[in-house]
């Protein structure tokens, strides 16, 4: 009965529904070449238990102590046996280590001539994406085209990160002064979860990211708003004006970039951030509750944030609010 449990309680735990984050349903070719291995070295080693248990059940039902029977004579050492069971894991090791290595050279081959190279650097606790051929830069939301080559060259900018969205494929670490990459081709239309895989400071958990796969015309359409320049304060009209007005004099722009407006390098680029499904490196909506929220309390939203809590007024939230609403 206890056996009959276990069994179940296993046939249970395997049991789920697809998680956002699941590694399991890949959406790229770097991740179905990781699919693969993983699923023939599963089933090579669900082969290599069923031998192991087999014999371990024979040599228990048929060495079994018996009433009657004399004590079976003792062996001291056993050369072929000895060999035999130092070959078997070898032989198992070569067998896993051929499609290892074949999947390295796969992944790592160079990327088409026409890939579109995203730089991503790492901070703490937000993800800076910059398009080096398209002259644009976003932060927290990755848009790629589906079907066509993206490489990804990362670095960070403080400590060690790590680039992970399991569903295009295998994590990179981000590394200080050092450049790591990753070379996918999206398959499928959609939006994949990500997130830092390497502990980074208080707020690691919260250092999240979005890839949002669109059809190559709605990528293009895409990256010609990104590159249109905020309008114009004095263009305005109120109470946008005066949202802007909050931002240029509570402080903002000295962290944060608005093209046109302002030129601050500390913090994400806010030139199309109305634009974006999430603030905050993904921990809220980008709605105007969730923006306000944000803002009043940057610091226990996300622990160690070092975006200050700059005391508005609820007009000049609203106003704020608005303002940065607009950019889209």
Not at 80 to 108: C, D, G, H, K, Q
Not at 232 to 239: A, C, K, Y
Request: aromatic share 8%; net charge negative.
């Amino acid at each position: 009965m206890a056996v009959l449990v276990a069994v179940l309680a296993m046939a249970l735990a395997a049991c789920s529904r697809e998680y956002p984050q699941s590694a399991l349903h890949p959406t790229a070719d770097f991740g179905d070449q990781i699919d693969v291995l993983f699923r023939t070295i599963f089933w090579w080693a669900v082969g290599v238990f069923v031998i192991v248990e087999a014999a371990l059940l024979f040599v228990l039902f048929r060495y079994r102590d018996r009433p009657g029977a004399a004590d079976p004579k003792r062996v001291h050492g056993h050369t072929l046996l000895e060999v035999a069971w130092t070959l078997a894991p070898a032989v198992v090791l070569v067998f896993i280590a051929v499609p290892t290595i074949r999947t390295i050279f796969r992944t790592e081959a160079a990327p088409p001539a026409d890939a579109l190279t995203v730089e991503v650097i790492g901070h703490q606790w937000w993800w800076e994406f910059r398009y080096p051929d398209l002259g644009l830069v976003t932060a927290n939301e990755m848009h790629v085209p589906q079907g066509r080559a993206v490489v990804l060259s990362m670095t960070s900018e403080d400590v060690i990160h790590s680039f992970w969205a399991p569903k295009l494929g295998g994590k990179r670490d981000v590394l200080p002064g050092r450049t790591t990459r990753i070379v996918f081709t999206p398959d499928s239309i959609g939006e994949v979860y990500g997130q830092c895989a390497e502990f980074c400071g208080e707020s690691h958990a919260n250092m999240r990211f979005r890839v949002m796969v669109d059809a190559p015309e709605v990528f293009a359409l895409w990256a010609d708003r990104q590159l249109q320049p905020a309008v114009p304060v004095d263009s305005l009209d109120e109470p946008l004006r005066q949202g802007a007005q909050v931002y240029l004099t509570k402080g903002c722009l000295a962290c944060h970039a608005i093209t046109g407006v302002s030129a601050g390098v500390l913090g994400p680029n806010l030139t199309h951030v109305g634009s974006r499904t999430t603030i905050a490196s993904g921990i809220l909506p980008n709605t105007p509750e969730g923006l306000t929220r944000w803002l009043r309390n940057p610091v226990g939203e996300k622990p160690g944030s070092l975006m200050p809590q700059i005391p508005l007024t609820d007009d000049e939230m609203a106003l704020l609010v608005a303002y940065l609403q607009s950019l889209n």
